[in-house]
């Protein structure tokens, strides 16, 4: 981070500021109707909305294990996935809700795997880390760092050996490009033309450290020129960027002409997971990124100049919170796994 960005956030944010020029300008909001600028709102909200409660029931005990929240995020799965098409796939790690609902996974069958339910994605038997849809083409979900990498490679490979037109979205974290996986991976798909996008959702801490302290070089999205991968940077916490930047990835490697990394940057709000204290940051630093770029609260800014009334904002967020007050209730009513499960789906 460079000095001057230290400076903007080490100063106390007194009011929120208006919306950041770059949405202003983007030409991806002129070319969006209202109803579309609404969809993407909604969209968001049901990820930050969701991770709220999904955050209260760890805290209440109802959700065990490992649990990382995707809040402050949402711009970036949101965002590509809206300009993706029916059929590409998508893996993610460990940090994956977010992602599970923008591919259209219902939220009752989420927070029942949450909660380790019968009724959730892999029968309560995953929990937060690792579960599936192939219906919604999503594939995890996964606890190891990096282990998803090779694994989107694979389903990139099976895109083309079909010849179905498809992509393979594979995100990974900033603390992620570190392993040697990554980057065998990255020959691999440069090596065989595949169409992947590596997505790299850099919300500038792995864990409890600085991305600057330990990645070496200005930029991730330069992590693939050895291979002849292009790469930009991306503001992930603007919902416009990342649709301009997806839909010029898509279309080169859907065109064939093989792998592309973006480097969305992004921030997290709450801790790594919900052990994380994340006494490594101070308060002043995240109310500064919340005041000045939430993706949220930017867009909604956008909606009212739009012409969409405070009333119209409230009935949305009634709406959602709905949602997911009854995606809470169905998990928490539905029965646990029967002892015969701990059996199935496994090998021996």
Request: overall charge positive; charged content about 25%; proline content about 3%.
């Amino acid at each position: 981070m460079s000095k001057s960005k230290k400076n903007i956030l080490s100063k106390p944010i007194l009011r929120r500021k208006k919306p950041i020029n770059i949405i202003k300008k983007n030409s991806e909001i002129n070319i969006l109707n209202k109803e579309h600028l609404i969809k993407l709102y909604q969209e968001m909200l049901l990820i930050r909305r969701f991770e709220e409660k999904a955050g209260q029931l760890y805290g209440m005990g109802s959700i065990g294990g490992f649990c990382h929240l995707y809040i402050g995020q949402e711009a970036v799965v949101v965002g590509m996935q809206s300009v993706s098409k029916e059929g590409d796939s998508v893996i993610t790690s460990y940090r994956d809700h977010g992602h599970m609902l923008a591919c259209g996974m219902d939220p009752k069958g989420v927070m029942a795997e949450l909660t380790g339910r019968e009724g959730g994605y892999s029968k309560g038997k995953g929990g937060s880390m690792h579960m599936f849809s192939k219906d919604k083409n999503f594939y995890g979900g996964h606890g190891i760092v990096g282990a998803q990498v090779p694994i989107g490679v694979g389903l990139a490979f099976s895109h083309k050996y079909k010849n179905d037109g498809f992509v393979c979205m594979t995100y990974l974290g900033d603390g992620a490009v570190n392993q040697g996986q990554v980057y065998e991976s990255f020959n691999m798909s440069a090596l065989w033309n595949l169409p992947v996008i590596f997505i790299i959702e850099n919300n500038k801490y792995g864990m409890g450290t600085s991305v600057d302290r330990a990645s070496a070089g200005s930029s991730l999205a330069d992590r693939g020129k050895a291979y002849g991968i292009p790469g930009v940077e991306v503001d992930g916490m603007n919902v416009f960027s990342v649709r301009e930047a997806g839909k010029e990835a898509l279309d080169f490697t859907r065109s064939g002409k093989g792998p592309y990394i973006l480097e969305m940057k992004t921030y997290r709000y709450r801790g790594h997971s919900m052990s994380d204290p994340a006494k490594y940051r101070t308060r002043t630093e995240v109310d500064a990124v919340r005041q000045q770029k939430d993706c949220i609260e930017n867009l909604k800014e956008v909606l009212q100049e739009n012409k969409v009334t405070d009333q119209e904002l409230k009935n949305i967020d009634s709406e959602i919170k709905s949602l997911v007050t009854n995606a809470s209730d169905f998990a928490l009513e539905s029965k646990l796994p029967d002892e015969n499960e701990l059996l199935t789906d496994i090998y021996l």
